[in-house]
T-cell receptor
Framework: DVKVTQSSRYLVKRTGEKVFLECVQD?????MFWYRQDPGLGLRLIYF???????EKGDIPEGYSVSREKKERFSLILESASTNQTSMYLC?????????????FGQGTRLTVV | GQQVMQIPQYQHVQEGEDFTTYCNSS?????IQWYKQRPGGHPVFLIQ?????EVKKQKRLTFQFGEAKKNSSLHITATQTTDVGTYFC???????????FGTGTRLTVIP
């Protein structure tokens, strides 16, 4: 069974802290994505990666960075957490770059910044 | 910029009633996907439509892709409490090779 695993289900961090969200997939997928989910706004793409050490900005990259040192792992970094980054964060992976193959999602990390 | 809007944003139905959510894209899509997210869960792929005017069924769920490939719909016949969740449509992002998700429709089924 395919699996995308996010390191934490719930996180509470203080304003200004550096936050790491980890995501691992076991499907040997080239493509990995970080989305943010907020009520009424759907899923918004933060960053994505098509290959190791490769990254591309999505719709809302400000305040975030990413790291992909290994094919199976894609990390999202909040350099200095702020309260407006309180949200649900979803990692996903897919086999193809074309948007024609399904995305597999992790269970999500609900981050609260206080 | 590219937009994918879904209506309604919320829908409450009595168990046994039908439900429809509509997805409208600002651009023509080569394909469209539908996902379901249960409360407290993560989005799970349901189906993909590729051809203009395509209709696909999964038990009580009927998916349709518009002739102009700019809109799609998901219809659930005789809803059950297990249908509760948020339904998202998604299409390829213009000029890039990843998915652009719609705003979602949250379905509540009243027993």
């Amino acid at each position: 069974d395919v699996k995308v695993t996010q390191s934490s289900r719930y996180l509470v961090k203080r304003t200004g802290e550096k936050v790491f969200l980890e995501c691992v997939q076991d499907m040997d997928h080239e493509n990995m994505f970080w989305y943010r989910q907020d009520p009424g706004l759907g899923l918004r793409l933060i960053y994505f990666s098509y290959d190791v050490k490769m990254k591309e900005k999505g719709d809302i990259p400000e305040g975030y960075s990413v790291s992909r040192e290994k094919k199976e792992r894609f990390s999202l970094i909040l350099e200095s957490a702020s309260t407006n980054q309180t949200s649900m964060y979803l990692c996903a992976s897919s086999l193809s770059q074309t948007g024609r193959t399904e995305a597999f999602f992790g269970q999500g990390t609900r981050l609260t910044v206080v | 910029g590219q937009q994918v809007m879904q209506i309604p944003q919320y829908q409450h139905v009595q168990e046994g009633e039908d439900f429809t959510t509509y997805c409208n894209s600002s651009t023509t899509l080569s394909n469209i996907q539908w996902y379901k997210q249960r409360p407290g869960g993560h989005p799970v792929f349901l189906i993909q439509l590729v051809k203009s005017g395509e209709v696909k069924k999964q038990k009580r769920l009927t998916f349709q892709f518009g002739e102009a490939k700019k809109n799609s719909s998901l219809h659930i016949t005789a809803t059950q409490t297990t249908d509760v969740g948020t339904y998202f449509c998604a299409g390829p992002r213009t000029g890039a090779n990843n998915l652009f998700f719609g705003t979602g429709t949250r379905l509540t089924v009243i027993p």
